[in-house]
């Protein structure tokens, strides 16, 4: 099977797209996307969250790189037709995107609100002549029965009209078609938009922006006073009160200021003052928020189903075998991005092939032959058996080692190294 990676595949469009559909009509309602009493629309929720939490967002973009931005496989076994594929895939619109770039952005939409829009322009031959990503935070659907089961509306209320996706498509009575395929990931709150997969972690996702939120206001602003000032026996008076506020409003707050001392003269008898702490301890502030955005951290991550490496995680005392990255791997392909890779295949092939992509393709697999060091494989191999001496040697280049029959152990071959050795040695003195 022929493969081409990188964002090269790509077609390169003969006309430029021209908005010819009908204007929505007014009456026409369109179906609510799922919302709830607390965040409102949740498409358009979901659409912000990655700007939440870094970890949320690195997930979305591996699992949307490793479905569609890993290459291309196709299953002709010329290469001049290869080459002409990626010819022929080299540009999909008038803004000059390649077809990996578009899919890429349908992906990552559809991993991070549950629903991925590909437009498709078709010239007025019916063949298809750009493609587009149609931003799924302006996109809404109709009712079944409705002509145009897709409407975009943009930032500044413009609406416009969609077909679905058809391979005998008629041409439209003005001339080009335009036409939506919705990639959408199933949820029960709705049958015409879907919802994400990680939405469980959602709650661990405000947490810990809330938290860091928090933190940072607390260090900006030192939102719980350290210290209460109470005074018995009277009062401060006029002159005293206002050093002590300056000092508070001008000479407390902030890293410069650290350490300041506050002198304060009392000029009223039996007047005494004493400071009272009300903040925290330092120590018990930090490793609280420590312990609760590393467990934030988890559930973010184990409900993406990405491996923890991927995204930068390696606890303290794992072990760093190329085997234990394999099996994780492996299961991510297999669990994870199969399903999502079968998804858009099943979807684009026959735009491709209406694009003049006659051979099959797949979208390239991760890669999970991570080799381990040789250092650590061959020993592992000869020590469990499934390699001998001579065979890792004949493997690295090297020619077969004689048998010693008279060495039975490595500190029996060891002993007899340094009784050659000590040979060699009183040879060069008796030389001198």
Known sequence: MGKISGAKVIYVAHVRKESKQPEIDGDIQYVDRPKDDERGDLVRYYHVTPSFNSFHAR???VKSDCTVNLGIDFEEESDEKRKEYEEQLTKVNDEGQTFQEVISRVSLDYETTGNGYLEIVRSEDGNIAELYHSPALNMY???????FPFVFIGPEGKKQNFLRFETDQEKAPDGDITEMIHFQNYCNMSKYYGLPDWRGALPDIEVDYYSVRFNQKFFLNSAIPDLAIITEGGELDEDAEKEVRDFFQT???GIDN?????YLPLKEEGVTVR????????KDIDGSFDKLRARCRDNIVSAHGVPPRLVGIVASGQL????????????????????????FEVKLKPVTQLMGIESDWKFTEIDTKIQEKDSELYPALVGS???????VRVELGYPE??????IETPQQRAAQETEELIEGLEKMVEGF
Request: contains cysteine; negative net charge; proline residues 2%.
């Open 385 to 391: 058996g499934i390699l001998d001496v001579n065979e």
């Open 320 to 343: 760093g075998g190329g085997g234990e990255i394999h099996g994780q791997l492996k299961i991510f392909q297999e669990v994870t991005i199969n399903p999502r890779q079968d998804l």
């Open 141 to 147: 659907r109709r009712r079944r029965d409705q002509e």
């Open 59 to 61: 997930c979305l973009r």
């Open 401 to 406: 080692k004689e048998e010693e029959d008279d």
């Open 275 to 282: 400071f009272e702490k009300l903040a925290m301890d330092t």
């Open 251 to 253: 000479s407390f707050k």
């Open 258 to 262: 650290a350490h300041r001392t506050l």
